[in-house]
C-alpha cells in the first residue's frame, strides 16, 4: 500500500481546473490544469515508496 500523500488531490485540483478551462474555452487553464495533473502522475509513478507489505502466509 503506497504511502499518504498529497498528489491524489493535487492531481484532481489539476483535472478539475482543466475540465473548467475547457469549459471556458480558456485554453491556456486547460494547458496549466492537465500539466499539472500529468506532472504529479509522473512524480507519483517515479517517487519510491517504502509502502507497507502484505506477508503471505503458507501453511504447509
Do not use: N, Q
Request: hydrophobic letters at 50%.
Amino acid at each position: 500500500m503506497p504511502d499518504p500523500s498529497l498528489l491524489p488531490f493535487i492531481m484532481s485540483l489539476g483535472a478539475f481546473v482543466g475540465c473548467l478551462g475547457l469549459i471556458m474555452y480558456r485554453f491556456e487553464l486547460v494547458f496549466a490544469g492537465f500539466g499539472l495533473t500529468l506532472l504529479c502522475m509522473l512524480i507519483r509513478s517515479v517517487k519510491e515508496y517504502k509502502g507497507y507489505e502484505i506477508e503471505v502466509r503458507t501453511d504447509s
